[in-house]
């Protein structure tokens, strides 16, 4: 029964090529029907098919009923494709899908997460499902065969042991009525279970996250108060983690501007420097304007005495002779009167001759 077997895996995707489904599909509006407690009541003549005349196509009024069963718990995509192989192994079929009820599932299998209704419900909402057993047998009788017109029932082929038998599908096998699909590796409903065991912590931290209360969790007081600790911890976690960010993404923005705004003042460093050199430099603007404006200056003061000359100079002499110092003296004296005349030139040098003779006899 697809949704029995233990371990992993369901069944892998196998579909008929499309030129051989000519049969009458039904309208997608609606779930499938739940089949009736008495059986199939059609009145057309039900005939044994041989695979190979059901292989072969039947006519629309006469389908080829194809019965898959299971548990079917936590509906998955393993489920589905396993549906989907049963519905498409001919090119007229009516598939019908028994599901086990919750005593008998509990009873041989084990305990389920879904109730029986929801794994009704779940089933009749599948696009390949045509019909769907309620309380369907562990074990599959004539009398439930023949009850509901069964032609084939489709399995995939692995032995399935259960309820004392080594293969629950030997005589249906042996009737030549089984067909088998293939399994999907790596989705299962003892898979799904896995997770939500091994993550445990994870998921009832996420449900008290959303409004679940410890109750219905079956969480005890200490428990609660921790995963609610951890769940403040995560959030506490993740502002950090996005201050990190914020922070990370506010240093790159601000190093970008300090190195364009360096890069703006090394420009206008340059550009200042070279507008100052051009202006004062040695050969700048000031300079010519200064010296424009000496020589301007200088065309309009009065006359002075040259610069450099003996009587501004502060620098101090040493004491000489008295030869030297009268010569300096007369060659410091300011200038006398103009020039006198030859007869004033001669009663000069007379009197002076006059002075030396006197001092000499003295």
């Known amino acids: 029964m697809a949704g029995r077997r233990r371990g992993r895996g369901s069944n892998v995707q196998q579909q008929a090529p499309q030129s051989q489904r000519r049969g009458p599909r039904k309208a997608l509006r609606e779930p499938a029907a739940f089949a009736k407690s008495t059986g199939c009541e059609s009145e057309i003549h039900h005939e044994k098919l041989s695979i190979a005349q059901a292989r072969r196509g039947t006519p629309a009024h006469r389908p080829v009923r194809v019965y898959a069963d299971g548990i079917f718990d936590l509906f998955h995509s393993g489920h589905a494709r396993a549906l989907m192989q049963a519905k498409n192994v001919f090119p007229n079929t009516h598939l019908i899908v028994g599901v086990c009820n919750d005593e008998l599932t509990h009873k041989f299998k084990g305990y389920t997460v879904m109730t029986e209704e929801e794994r009704y419900d779940a089933l009749r909402h599948c696009r390949y499902v045509d019909e769907v057993v309620r309380d369907a047998p562990w074990t599959l009788t004539t009398e439930f065969l023949t009850k509901h017109k069964i032609d084939f029932v489709a399995h995939d082929d692995i032995p399935y042991t259960s309820a004392g038998s080594e293969d629950v599908y030997k005589h249906i096998k042996e009737a030549g009525m089984f067909v088998a699909?293939?399994?999907?590796?790596?989705?299962?409903?003892?898979?799904?279970?896995?997770?939500?065991?091994?993550?445990?912590?994870?998921?009832?931290?996420?449900?008290?996250?959303?409004?679940?209360?410890?109750?219905?969790?079956?969480?005890?007081?200490?428990?609660?108060?921790?995963?609610?600790?951890?769940?403040?911890?995560e959030k506490v976690k993740e502002t950090v983690r996005t201050v990190e960010e914020k922070s990370k993404h506010f240093v790159y923005r601000v190093e970008e501007k300090s190195q364009d705004l360096i890069h703006k003042w090394e420009e206008k460093s340059r550009e200042f420097i070279s507008n100052f050199l051009q202006l004062f430099g040695p050969d700048g603007a000031w300079q010519a304007i200064q010296e424009r404006s000496g020589r301007v200056l200088q065309?309009?003061?009065?006359?002075?005495?040259?610069?450099?000359?003996?009587?501004?100079?502060?620098?101090?002499?040493?004491?000489?002779?008295?030869?030297?110092s009268s010569a300096s003296a007369h060659s410091l004296s300011p200038p006398s009167s103009p020039p006198s005349s030859p007869s004033s030139l001669k009663k000069g040098a007379r009197s002076s001759l006059k002075s030396a003779s006197t001092n000499s006899k003295q």
């Open 181 to 233: 699909t293939q399994r999907t590796e790596g989705i299962s409903t003892s898979d799904l279970i896995t997770r939500i065991v091994r993550d445990y912590d994870i998921y009832v931290r996420r449900n008290l996250e959303r409004g679940y209360t410890a109750r219905e969790l079956n969480v005890g007081f200490i428990k609660e108060n921790k995963y609610r600790l951890q769940n403040q911890v």
């Open 299 to 324: 065309a309009l003061s009065p006359y002075s005495s040259p610069r450099g000359s003996p009587s501004s100079s502060p620098t101090r002499c040493r004491s000489a002779s008295p030869d030297s």
